[in-house]
């Protein structure tokens, strides 16, 4: 038998190109399907964690899904805004603790999360460097977004506006960057977290400007009347909040009527989360209550599905390659029909030219199954980070 | 040029009676009798298709011996070779017979030297030892391609792959050597060169030499010439 081995090993190396080729189409069929399982049970995992960690997800009626990924994946699907007032509504239950998601803009294609700071118990989010959210036009950084961005406690970080050509809506806002987030390897690593009111203040529903009734700028008022000054667009709107202009910012109107994305309700027990979300069973209720978890993991029954079909497709290009590789042996045998009439003619049995073929089949399968098992190896103990950056972004 | 066979008791091949034909052609082959004594160097000659090369294969056992002809007897030393099975007649080949091919027959993914050692390295009747390894170093020196033992045969000259050749049919100490046009393929030169040495081989191992050839200027070097147009044949070679 080692003379058979040395002899395939011997045709082997010098016809290296052909080997290459073999061993390389081999290890491709058999390691697709096995890293494709591998990173689906991987995001699968994921995917629950974050979605088995949000307890409860109040929102406008429409797209459950929708309403799932903007508010736990900070998918760019921006859904149906709700008001302020849904998180008082829950408030109000004493049920469960309602933590405001506004979700919708982007700073240099971060998403940026308006929130509260009961967000970053909940995820259980610490401060790496710096400093958390104190003062409006704050923002935090997850770990991810400030290395991408190169930025740290002490830099300022500006708002992308929604529209090139909407003049009249957002405004960029020059954030202060007041710290940066432990990694928590979840899409928590790549956003911009900002108080609540700072998404606001982006939006254009908060503003500072100079105070009219001090400006010196004649011009710049329209009409003055007892105890109010009309003024016109000339007058000068911050673009930054600081320390010496915050107490000229200020929100027009009934905060409670101000737009969210969603509200995370953190019930006070599994009672309590029963019957919160009995209070939103009304037919006509403009808000819904669903379960993340339960949105999930109908998205990864969706996937599973689509995963059969990807195992029926690659099994069929599979007994394609294996037939593509028996046809490449049958005719190499062809090819070789002169050599193994040479063998034969110095005296070899057939028995032991089989040997050999076979001892060459074998070596090609072994350095196939040994590279599948190393890149399957570097796939299993990556697959966290590369699901990561598959599905995190 | 033709003489007679001595079919004296020191006969390695005897012949007696000898009727071939293949299964799906028109050639025949018929040889009423044929003896080469030990130490003899025959040259076969003849026109193509006269049935030489198909008197090699038998008497290397390499072609199925004719077993419907009673009384008929192809035998090499003391075995008739057509009462043996194929794993028989392999076995007798690989141990008792050395043949030189035209074409060389040389493996192109091994080295000079595996190419040499191939016939212990595919069969259990040679067992390939430190002492075969010297002896297959020491014939490569004979035959002057010692510095190229370990290049493949893609890289050598004509003449160096039948060199190659010669010292793998000799390394097993083989008492019969066929020959199938050695020389065919190669210059004057190295011809003569070639020749020099495969003689002095025979000589150095006292074998016995059947070789075919289609060059008469190298007929004088051997001791008896056979000349095929005597048997009676047609067909192919």
Known sequence: MMDSLYLAWQYIQFNKFKTIILVASITLIAVLPLILETLLTESERQLLDRAESTPLLVGAKGSALDLAMNSLYFDDEVPEMITMDASERIYDTELALPIPLYVRFKARGFPIVGTTLDYFDLRKLSIAQGQPLTMLGDCVLGAKAAAQLGMGPGDNLVSSPGNLFDLAGVYPLKMKVAGVLAPNHSADDLAVFVDI??????????????????????????KRTEGNVAANAKLFNYTEITEDNLDGFHFHGDTTIYPITAVIAVPNDEKSGTLLRGRFLEHDDAQQIILPAEVIDGLLQNIFRIRNVLDAVIALVGLATALAIILVFTLSLRLRQREIQTIFKLGCRKAMIGRMLLAEIVIILLVSGVLCAAVLGVADANAEELVRRLFVG | MHEAADSAGSAIISIHDLKFRYPHGEFRLSIPEFAVTQGEKVAIVGPSGSGKTTLLNLLAGILPPPSSVPGGLIEVGRTAINELNDAGRRDFRIRNIGFIFQDFELLDYLTVLDNILHPYRITGALKLSDEVRRRATHLTEQMGIAGHLKKHPGTLSHGEKQRAAICRALLPNPSLILVDEATGNLDPTNKTRILDLLFESVAGHDATLVAVTHDHELLPRFDRVVDFQAFKSGGGS
Do not use: N, P
Not at chain 1, 198 to 219: K, N
């Open chain 1, 197 to 222: 009111k700072t998404a606001w203040v982006i939006q254009g529903l908060g503003h500072g400007h100079e105070d009219v009734t001090r400006t010196r700028d004649s011009s710049v008022v329209l």
